[in-house]
C-alpha cells in the first residue's frame, strides 16, 4: 500500500477522540491543546479564557431525555465548564452556530436559546453573537469566553505529594440519563436522588465559584500552582489527564470516591461514578496545605487521593487505587466516533 | 390553534435565514447582532473582534468542487472576511468545531486542517482550540477572533451622499463554482478567467489588505465613520443591508458595475455579479473624499453606486439603479434553510 492511500485507509472510528484530538494538536503551537480551554492575553495582562464545544443530537443530547431548554443549559454549562477548569471566574459570554434542519420546529430553537440565556442570567455573559446553518442533523457549536482569575489551571501542574481533590459527588449524571431513558426503573432510589439525578443530567453547574473559592482558600504568600481538569469525561479521565501531563500517578481512595451513599449501593454505583461522565466538577492537583484550606471552605469538596511519583519508566497505569494491589477498572475510553 | 401549537407549527423553513438570526437576536443585547462580528473591550480600550461561522458539507462545500485542502481554506476565509467587514486589521486566530462521520479518511481531515493552517500562515493567528464529534455529516463551526484597527466598520453608519465601493470583482467565485459543477462549460471564456473564477471559488482571499488601505486613505483630521459589510452572501445583499441598517436607498450604478468585462459578456454575467455571493470583497460606504483617496491608493477597487436619503416613509426599495427606471432584479434572497 502506498503512503497515500495507507492514510486514506485510516478512518475517524479508528482513531478515537484522543488520537484524533492529539494528531489536530500538531497544526497549533506546541502545549496549545494541553488544556481545557485557549488562553489569549490581553495587552494590559488579564488573560482571556476561549473555549469551543460542539454538541451532536443523538451523541450529546436528545429529545427523549430533555427539554430544548435543558439542551441550550446544558451546552452552555458544558462550555463554560472548561473556563472553569481552566481558571476561569467570569464569563464574558458566548457565540453560537447552529445547524438544524429545514423542518425543525421554530420552537425548539426557541427553546434552545431560552436555556442558553438562563445559564448566561445563572453564571454571567451575555449572547456575543452566532450564526445558523440548515443541515441533516442538530447541533450546536458554542464557542464561550470568559476572564482568568488569579492564576490558570493547567493539567500538567500536579506534583508528587499534592491532594486530588473533587468539588463535589460523581456518577449522579449518569444515573439520571440512565432514570430518563428507562434503563433503571429507580424504584429503589429515594425521591430525592432521583431528583437530584435528573437534575445533574439536565442542568449541570459548571463550577465558576470553586475556582472563586480555590482563590481564597490560597495559604498566604504561596506561589499559583493549580493542578486540574474538569470531570466531563468522567472522574478517572480527569485524574489521568492529571498524572498523565504531570508525569505522575493518581492513586484513588477507593474507600472515600466522591460518590452519594444510595447511589454506592447500586450494582452500577462505582462504575458510574467513576466513569459515568459528564458530572462538571472540578477534579484539581493542591499542595496539601491549600487542598485542606478548599476541603475546608467550599461544602461537598472531598479528598479524593494523592498524586505519587511515577516509575523512573514512567510506565504505570497513570491512575490505581491507592489500597493495595486491587485491579484498577479499566477505564471505559471515551469516543464520539462510535 | 392555540397559540403554542402555532409556534410549533412554524418551521426553520418558512423563516430563513434571515428572520431566524432576527428572532435569535432577540437572545442578545440590543444591536448586538447588527454587524458581521462581535466587538469586545479589552480593559487597554483595545477591541477584539469575535465571530462564528458554520459550513456544513452539502450546503457550504462539497468534495465535488473542492479538494480538504480548499474547505479547510475557505472555512477560514469566509470567517476571516467577517473580521475584516468589522474593521480587523490583524488576526489573533480561531477555533475550529469539527464533526465528522466515524467512517471519514484522517486524510480528509488532515488535509482541511492544513488548508486551515496555509490561511493562517497567510493572513495571520495560530489554530487556538477546537473540539472533534462524530455526526451524520461533515461540517465545521469556526470562531475567529482577532483586533480591530482604527475603528469599527458598522452596515448603519452609511449617509446620504457616501459613495459606495466595492474592492473587488463579483460574481468570478459564482462562476468558478459553475464551472466545477459542469454547469458551464467554459469553452468561450479565456484561461486566465477560468482560472481565476476557480481559484476565487476555492481559494477565497478575506480583505484585512482593505481594512488597512482604508485606515491609510482617511483623509486628515476627518472622524472615523466608515458604514460597510462584506459581500459573502452577495453584492445586492451587501448593499441592501447598508441601505437598511443607514435608513438609505442603495442606488447602484449598472454602468460601473464590479464586474470582469468577459464575465459581463455572459448572459448570467450581471446575475452573478449581483447575487452570486461568496466573493468575500468589502462593499463600503464613505464620504467622497475618502472614497476617492481609497479609490486612488488600493487597486482593484471601484464606485459602484452612491447612498441617497431615502423616503421620508423609508419605504422605498434598499437597493435601485442609479439609472432611471429599470426595474432593479428582484434579490435572490440566500437562505439555507431550503
Given at each position: ?20 484530538l ?5 497544526f497549533a ?9 485557549a488562553?489569549l492575553?490581553?495587552?494590559?495582562g488579564r488573560q482571556?479564557v476561549?473555549?469551543t464545544d460542539?454538541?451532536?443530537?443523538g451523541?450529546?443530547?436528545?429529545d427523549?431525555?430533555m427539554?430544548?431548554g ?5 451546552a452552555?454549562a ?5 473556563l472553569?477548569?481552566m481558571?476561569?471566574?467570569s464569563v464574558v459570554?458566548?457565540?453560537?452556530g447552529?445547524?438544524?434542519p429545514?423542518?425543525?420546529p421554530w420552537?425548539?430553537?426557541e427553546?434552545v436559546?431560552q436555556g442558553?440565556d ?6 454571567g455573559g451575555?449572547?456575543?453573537g452566532?450564526?445558523?446553518s440548515g443541515g441533516?442533523?442538530?447541533l450546536l457549536?458554542i ?5 482568568l482569575?488569579s492564576?490558570a489551571i493547567?493539567?500538567c501542574d500536579?506534583?508528587p505529594?499534592?491532594l486530588?481533590?473533587s ?13 430518563s431513558?428507562?434503563?433503571l ?7 430525592a436522588?432521583?431528583?437530584r439525578a435528573?437534575?445533574a ?6 463550577r465558576?465559584d470553586?475556582?472563586?473559592a480555590l482563590e481564597q482558600?490560597r495559604p498566604?504568600g504561596?506561589l ?5 481538569t474538569?470531570?466531563s469525561h468522567g ?10 501531563a504531570?508525569?505522575c500517578q ?6 472515600a470516591?466522591?460518590?452519594d451513599a444510595?447511589?454506592a449501593e447500586?450494582a ?9 461522565g ?5 477534579v484539581?492537583?493542591?499542595e496539601?496545605a491549600?487542598a485542606?484550606a478548599l476541603?475546608?471552605s467550599l461544602?461537598?469538596t472531598s479528598?479524593i487521593?494523592v ?5 523512573a519508566?514512567?510506565?504505570?497505569a497513570?491512575?490505581?487505587w491507592?489500597?493495595g494491589d ?5 477505564s471505559?475510553g471515551?469516543t464520539?466516533?462510535?
Open positions: 500500500m502506498d503512503p497515500q492511500a495507507a492514510r486514506e485507509a485510516v478512518l475517524l472510528r479508528d482513531l478515537g477522540e484522543w488520537e484524533l492529539r494528531r489536530l494538536a500538531a503551537p506546541p502545549g496549545q491543546f494541553d488544556d481545557d480551554a488562553l492575553q490581553e495587552e494590559s482571556l476561549v473555549n460542539v454538541l451532536v443530537e451523541l450529546h443530547f436528545s427523549a431525555t427539554e430544548p435543558d439542551v441550550g443549559w446544558r452552555a458544558a462550555n463554560l465548564s472548561d472553569a477548569a481558571g476561569c471566574r459570554g458566548l457565540t453560537v447552529l445547524v438544524a429545514a423542518l425543525t420552537s425548539w430553537v427553546g436559546y442558553l438562563q445559564a448566561l442570567q445563572r453564571f451575555i449572547l456575543l452566532g450564526d445558523c441533516g442533523q442538530r457549536a464557542t464561550a469566553m470568559g476572564h482569575g492564576g493547567r493539567r500536579g506534583r505529594g499534592d486530588l481533590v468539588t463535589g459527588p460523581h456518577g449522579l449524571s449518569r444515573l439520571g440519563l440512565a432514570l431513558l428507562g434503563e426503573d429507580g424504584a429503589g432510589l429515594s425521591a436522588l432521583r431528583e435528573i437534575r443530567h439536565q442542568r449541570p453547574q459548571p465558576l470553586a475556582v472563586a482558600s498566604a504561596r499559583w500552582r493549580v493542578g486540574g474538569d470531570s472522574l478517572v479521565a480527569a485524574a489521568a489527564g492529571i498524572a498523565r504531570s508525569h493518581a492513586l484513588l481512595d477507593r474507600s470516591l466522591p460518590l444510595e447511589l447500586l452500577q454505583g462505582e462504575a458510574w461514578c467513576l466513569a459515568g459528564e458530572d462538571f466538577e472540578l484539581l492537583a493542591l496539601p491549600w485542606e476541603l475546608a461544602p461537598g479528598r487521593g498524586l505519587a511519583a511515577n516509575s519508566t514512567q510506565s504505570a497513570p491512575v490505581a491507592l489500597q486491587a485491579p484498577f477498572p479499566a471505559s471515551f464520539h466516533f462510535r
